[in-house]
Nanobody, 127 residues
């Protein structure tokens, strides 16, 4: 049974930092590229960052590029999102997701291409 479990969310002031983690289980972790998405109240889910299976090719949505860093440790089945210089607009529920089998690497951030999602971890940034 595939499971993704996020942790690391919290409340910070603008300019602060947080690191999110996502532990995967129930599948061969290193075979799938992974991503972080977020959803704020009243808004659609949006892609934040994606990472290839080997961790060598990240992509980011423009609004977080230069502030967020996605990484992974395949030995620990863990995906990370280091978030620096946080802004109130970053406030959202953050989800990690696993790509569907057969989907080739792309930076399209299409939620429909991801078949398993974690339960989410809340990030709140105050001004």
């Amino acid at each position: 049974q595939v499971q993704l479990v996020e942790s690391g969310g919290g409340s910070v002031q603008a300019g602060g930092s947080l690191t999110l983690s996502c532990v995967g289980s129930g599948y061969t972790y290193s075979r799938y590229f992974m991503g972080w998405f977020r959803q704020a109240p009243g808004k659609e889910r949006e892609g934040v960052a994606l990472l290839t299976q080997g961790g060598d090719r990240p992509c980011y949505v423009n609004s977080v590029r230069g502030r967020f860093t996605i990484s992974r440790d395949n030995a620990k089945n863990t995906l990370y999102l280091q978030m620096n210089s946080l802004k109130p607009d970053d406030t959202a529920m953050y989800y990690c997701a696993r790509v569907r089998p057969g989907v080739n690497w792309n930076c399209g951030f299409k939620p429909g291409e991801y078949d398993y999602w974690g339960q989410g971890t809340q990030v709140t940034v105050s001004s």
